[in-house]
Every structure is written in structure tokens, then in C-alpha cells.
């Protein structure tokens, strides 16, 4: 003998696959947007760390040239460029006074096109001895 099925089983039958398929969707989507959010985030943490690494050793540059004498003008802006392995690196150097204490302070930054089309290249030393 056949069991009769009533329409209102099938149509729970339906109700249930395509609350299932919405819920496997979901989750699809959830891993999706996870992974990529993931993947971004490892990039600009890559990309802040190398950037990090440029501006910290333009840096020390900038405060080996300090050693060297003073810069020429004050405030005095110059763009350091070095290579490291198959990237290049150009950051601007920044040097200002402090009038009142006769403290130099030094910024370095990542340069801009601006930058680049505008301010000298930093010098082997700031030597008054070479004028």
C-alpha cells in the first residue's frame, strides 16, 4: 500500500531545502567577506611596515647628516632616495630650529610627486667647510 502524501508535506519539504540552501548561502558569503577583509588587512599591514622601515632609515640618515653640521636655511627640506633590494625609496627630510631652545628637530616622511619635482636631493654632509 502507498502512503498518500498531502500537499502541506511537500510543501514543508520545499520550506526546508530552501531555508537550508539560504542558510548554506550565508555562511558562503560570511567566509567570503571574512577571507577578503583577512587578506586586505594583511596587505596594508605589509605595506605600513615597509613603509615604516623607509621612513625610519631616512631617518637615521637625516640624524647622521646632522652630525655632519648644520643645514643650510632654516627650516631646511631635502629628499633622501636609496634602494633597497629591487624597490626604490625617496622620502622627504625635514629640519627645523627651535628658536628658543636651539633644538633641531627632524621629520621624514614618505616623499610626494610635489616633493620629488621640487626639493634638492639630501647632501653627502651639511660640512660648512666645502663652501
Known amino acids: ?6 500537499h502541506g508535506e ?25 577571507t577578503r577583509d583577512l587578506i586586505r588587512t594583511e596587505k596594508v599591514v ?3 611596515a615597509e613603509r615604516d622601515a623607509s621612513v625610519t632609515r631616512a631617518l637615521a640618515h637625516a640624524l647622521e647628516l646632522l652630525r655632519t ?4 636655511d632654516q ?11 629591487e624597490q626604490k625609496h625617496q622620502c622627504t627630510l625635514v629640519y ?18 610635489t ?8 647632501p653627502e654632509s651639511f660640512d660648512d667647510d666645502d663652501s
Open 1 to 6: 500500500m502507498a502512503a498518500a502524501c498531502s
Open 115 to 122: 616633493e620629488l619635482g621640487m626639493l634638492p636631493d639630501a
Open 96 to 113: 627645523s630650529k627651535d628658536e628658543d631652545t636651539g633644538h633641531w628637530t627632524v621629520e621624514a616622511r614618505c616623499s610626494t610627486e
Open 75 to 85: 627650516p631646511y627640506e631635502c629628499v633622501y632616495a636609496f634602494e633597497d633590494g
Open 46 to 48: 605589509a605595506q605600513r
Open 10 to 34: 511537500r510543501g514543508h519539504a520545499l520550506l526546508l531545502a530552501t531555508v537550508l540552501g539560504i542558510v548554506a548561502m550565508s555562511a558562503w558569503a560570511l567566509a567570503f567577506l571574512t
Open 69 to 72: 653640521g648644520l643645514p643650510p
